[in-house]
């Protein structure tokens, strides 16, 4: 039997997924190269990487609840500026994040199609969810600004429930909160681990949303997962021929 034609709920990860995080992230670098001159001195996608990398070497002890969430973006901002060669103080640490987060908020999009995909999907009646790490506060803020807050049905933020993607207990939740079974759900992720993975050992499906690849599928947990390069792929996946 084709499980594609049995699923009623989309859950679809937020950074990176939903949210054109690197759009933001770019344009708060470029606003923050004359507060931080360092950089401007290393090419975009180099400072991107190391921002991702430091995301995700600090990221590991708030998913363990060894620091707060406030605590790891502190960390991370401090190993982000160590990799670039520089010891933030602790003043010119804050500044950093009050900045950041005035011009990153200040310029944030959805990804391509993902308007058009969310506004389908609701047209033929599937339930939309947002499985996120973060606060909730903020992230149902970026829903807002992005224009998809009213395209979801549920939004299920870590710092609101407790735990974070690849955790199962997130996953139970949203599917509790969905009212769907495992069967009926599929995840929808650019993280192979937190959502990929995530899902797959809780019995959901899942798809990668990776744009820059140039596979079809992936091997993840001896299963093979369709890769996706563009959102309204999402519609191809469950049959639907968008207009």
Not at 95 to 123: C, N, Q, V
Not at 182 to 200: P, R, W, Y
């Amino acid at each position: 039997m084709d499980t594609k034609n049995i699923i009623t709920t989309i859950l679809f990860d937020l950074d990176e997924t939903l949210s054109d995080h690197s759009y933001s992230l770019e344009r708060a670098f470029r606003v923050l190269e004359s507060e931080f001159p360092i950089l401007g001195t290393q090419p975009m996608p180099v400072l991107m990487d190391l921002h991702r990398e430091s995301l995700d070497e600090t990221f590991v002890d708030y998913l363990a609840k060894k620091i707060t969430y406030v605590e790891a973006k502190e960390k991370r901002v401090a190993v982000f500026f160590k990799k670039l060669g520089v010891n933030l103080s602790d003043e010119e640490l804050q500044k950093f994040i009050t900045l950041y987060k005035l011009a990153y908020d200040s310029d944030r999009r959805a990804t391509p199609g993902t308007i058009k995909t969310l506004t389908t999907l609701r047209e033929h009646g599937y339930k939309i969810g947002v499985v996120t790490n973060g606060e909730e506060d903020y992230q149902t803020a970026k829903l807002k600004e992005i224009g998809i807050e009213k395209m979801v049905d549920v939004l299920i933020a870590s710092g609101a429930v407790g735990f974070a993607k690849p955790s199962p207990e997130i996953f139970a939740i949203a599917l509790e909160r969905m009212q769907a079974n495992k069967e009926e759900a599929v995840m929808i992720g650019d993280n192979l681990l937190s959502d990929v993975e995530g899902a797959l050992k809780f019995d959901i499906q899942a798809l990668y949303y990776s744009p820059a690849s140039t596979e079809t599928s992936i091997q993840v947990c001896s299963t093979e997962v369709p890769v996706i390069t563009h959102m309204e792929q999402v519609l191809t996946y469950l049959g639907i021929t968008s207009a």
